[in-house]
């Protein structure tokens, strides 16, 4: 069965600094990997999405890319706040299977 | 952006009772409405994927007769819990991917219910 592996649990960096996640993907090739962003005991809300002929693709300070040799996409928030602590959950589509999320926290 | 409505947002109910979850999609059609369930600080579990109109495709592991999903109409999809046991209890949500919706193929979630199973 398709497996979707977010590397880190957790995450804990500077205010200012770039936060990195990692998404790895077994068997199949998405169509597309969709990021969101979930903060406690609410509803993920959807970040970006990046589909599997695309390389990189950005939204403000955020940058997404994707390898499918690697078979790994790289979520990235740069100029970090605060406010960007949530936790961070890709998606592999069209299935729309989740991955085990990375619970970011950027420290003042 | 679009919203979708869950309700009741938390839910305390005794053993061997049913519970019913409604997710609604308030200002946009959704042919296609999928259920998870969370347990805490893990990730999102893919329960079911609801058709309107047909059937629901529930995952491997996934008892439909324990969860049953109705996608009545386009705005509208109900999880039951049926015969609830204290393992049940569970963070579930739902989701609704608009049927006219751009490239993106978003999934719009609602706020999620907590049910807890005495």
């Known amino acids: 069965s398709q497996k979707i592996e977010q590397n880190s649990e957790a995450l804990n960096i500077q205010e200012g600094k770039t936060a990195t996640l990692t998404c790895n993907y077994t068997n199949y090739s998405p169509a597309y990997l969709q990021w969101y962003r979930q903060d406690p005991g609410r509803g993920p809300v959807f970040l970006l999405l990046?589909?599997?002929?695309?390389k990189e693709k950005r939204k403000e300070r955020l940058k997404v890319t994707f390898d499918t040799t690697l078979k790994q996409s790289l979520f990235h928030i740069t100029a970090s706040q605060p406010a960007d602590s949530a936790t961070y959950l890709c998606?592999?589509?069209?299935?729309?299977?989740f991955g085990t999320g990375t619970r970011l926290k950027v420290l003042a | 952006g679009a919203v979708v409505s869950q309700h009741p947002s938390w839910v305390i109910c005794k053993s061997g009772t049913s519970v019913k979850i409604e997710c609604r999609s308030l200002d946009f059609q959704a042919t296609t409405m999928f259920w998870y369930r969370q347990f805490p600080k893990q990730s999102l579990m893919l329960m079911a994927t609801s058709n309107e109109g047909s059937k629901a495709t529930y995952e491997q592991g996934v008892e439909k007769d324990k969860f049953l999903i109705n996608h009545a109409s386009l705005t509208l999809s109900t999880l039951t819990v049926t015969s609830a046991h204290p393992e049940d209890s569970s963070f579930y949500i739902c989701s609704a991917r608009d049927l006219w919706g751009g490239e993106t193929g978003e999934l719009f979630f609602g706020e999620g219910s907590r049910l807890t199973v005495l």
């Open positions: 990046i589909r599997e002929n695309e």
């Open positions: 998606a592999w589509g069209p299935k729309y299977i």
